[in-house]
């Protein structure tokens, strides 16, 4: 198991290697199809929102999930947008300094839930344009979801590599 300075890290770390060169709607459709396809090879019932900005790119929601999973979904968005990182490292930062999120944050806990499975995505040389979004499982595997589906998404399309220069989150 991982300390917890080592947990953030490792979420930092993620944040800074997977870049995208380009994100744009085909791009946004086929990584949302790619976490489909992973969820229903384990048989995991979740929800995967991929948005740009303000704009919902691909939706699904899987047998076994609810509407509640859209609340998720957008608590977990909102986090990101607002912080600039992963809605898990955002959570966990907060429980290690002891902690209550809402509190620390001053920001209303209905609006935002800082819970693992929101991704930013960050195109290299603009800096984060939007959000891969997982919610249905235990908020570590929401996350690690995302994280190694993107990592495998920009591996096999070469959409990645890129730094992000601009990118200061």
Do not use: C
Request: net charge negative.
């Amino acid at each position: 198991m991982t300390d917890d300075a080592t947990l953030l890290e490792t979420l930092l770390e993620q944040e800074r290697r997977l870049v995208f060169d380009r994100f744009d709607n085909d791009t946004a459709i086929a990584l949302g199809q790619k976490i489909l396809e992973r969820a229903r090879a384990n048989r995991q019932q979740i929800v995967v929102d991929i948005s740009r900005g303000d704009q919902r790119l691909f939706y699904a929601a899987l047998a076994g999930t609810s509407a509640d999973n859209e609340f998720w979904v957008a608590g977990k968005i909102a986090v990101v947008k607002r912080f600039g990182h992963s809605s898990f490292y955002v959570g966990q930062k907060a429980r290690l300094k002891g902690v209550d999120f809402a509190d620390g944050a001053l920001v209303d806990r209905t609006t935002f839930r800082a819970h693992g499975g929101s991704f930013p995505i960050i195109v290299a040389g603009v800096g984060m344009v939007g959000t891969a979004t997982v919610s249905g499982l235990p908020q570590a595997e929401d996350h690690a979801l995302v994280v190694a589906v993107i990592e495998e998404f920009l591996a096999e399309t070469g959409m990645g590599g890129g730094r992000p220069e601009v990118w200061t989150a």
